[in-house]
T-cell receptor
Framework: ETGVTQSPTHLIKTRGQQVTLRCSSQ?????VSWYQQALGQGPQFIFQ???????GRGNFPPRFSGLQFPNYSSELNVNALELDDSALYLC?????????????FGQGTRLTVV | AQTVTQSQPEMSVQEAETVTLSCTYD???????LFWYKQPPSRQMILVIR??????QNATENRFSVNFQKAAKSFSLKISDSQLGDTAMYFC??????????FGEGTQLTVNP
C-alpha cells in the first residue's frame, strides 16, 4: 500500500459525457501527477499539480483538466468523452517536484467509454 | 520526441533462473533519472529500482540490478533467482526536469514454476 487512493476503481460512461476522477495523495505529498494508460501500452503523462497550480502538461487536449485542493488531493476531469479515452487513469503523488523524490502510484481508475 | 523503448513485449523465465529486460532511451538532458516499475494485475505501479544518470555505479536492490550504459543510452534490468511473484508487466521510465515520467511500452514477464 502506497497511501495513494483513487476513486472510483471502475467507471463506465457514454461518449459525450463528462467524468471526474479523484486522487487522495499520500500524507505530506504536495505534488500530484496524472497518467493515462491505454490497454497494452505504457502510461502517458497528462499533467501535474504542485501546491494547487498546474506546473506541467503532456500532449492532451484542453478537455482534460484538473484541480488540486488545499489538502493536496486532486481531480481529473474529462469533458466530451471519446471512445479513445477508455483507459486506466493513474495518479501519483510525491513530495515536491525534484527528481530525487519518489513518486507513489495509486491503483488507478479503469474508465470505459461506450 | 524523447522516447523510451522496450523491444521485448514478452519474456518468460523459469523459477530461480536469471532474466534480463532491455530498455533504451533518448534524452537531450544531462541530468535525469531512470526507473524500472513493476505493474502486477492489481494495476498499481510499484518502483523496483532507480538510477541517477550522473552516478557511474549501477544500482542494486536485492535480486534486482541494472546495467546502465550512459553513452549507449541503455538501461537493462536483471532479475536474479526469479520468483513466481515477479510475474508482472515491467516498465522502464525516464524522468527529466519537471518530474514527469516517460514510460516505455512495457515487457510482460512470466515466471514459470
Amino acid at each position: 500500500e502506497t497511501g495513494v487512493t483513487q476513486s472510483p476503481t471502475h467507471l463506465i460512461k457514454t461518449r459525450g459525457q463528462q467524468v471526474t476522477l479523484r486522487c487522495s495523495s499520500q500524507s505530506g505529498h504536495n505534488t500530484v501527477s496524472w497518467y493515462q494508460q491505454a490497454l497494452g501500452q505504457g502510461p502517458q503523462f497528462i499533467f501535474q499539480y504542485y501546491r494547487e497550480e498546474e506546473n506541467g502538461r503532456g500532449n492532451f487536449p484542453p478537455r482534460f483538466s484538473g484541480l488540486q485542493f488545499p489538502n493536496y488531493s486532486s481531480e481529473l476531469n474529462v469533458n466530451a468523452l471519446e471512445l479513445d479515452d477508455s483507459a486506466l487513469y493513474l495518479c501519483a503523488s510525491r513530495s515536491g517536484t525534484g527528481m530525487n523524490t519518489e513518486a507513489f502510484f495509486g491503483q488507478g481508475t479503469r474508465l470505459t467509454v461506450v | 520526441a524523447q522516447t523510451v523503448t522496450q523491444s521485448q513485449p514478452e519474456m518468460s523465465v523459469q523459477e530461480a533462473e536469471t532474466v534480463t529486460l532491455s530498455c533504451t532511451y533518448d534524452t537531450s538532458e544531462n541530468n535525469y533519472y531512470l526507473f524500472w516499475y513493476k505493474q502486477p494485475p492489481s494495476r498499481q505501479m510499484i518502483l523496483v529500482i532507480r538510477q541517477e544518470a550522473y552516478k557511474q555505479q549501477n544500482a542494486t536492490e536485492n535480486r534486482f540490478s541494472v546495467n546502465f550504459q550512459k553513452a549507449a543510452k541503455s538501461f537493462s534490468l536483471k532479475i536474479s533467482d526469479s520468483q513466481l511473484g515477479d510475474t508482472a508487466m515491467y516498465f522502464c521510465a525516464r524522468e527529466t526536469s519537471g518530474s514527469r515520467l516517460t514510460f516505455g511500452e512495457g515487457t510482460q514477464l512470466t515466471v514459470n514454476p
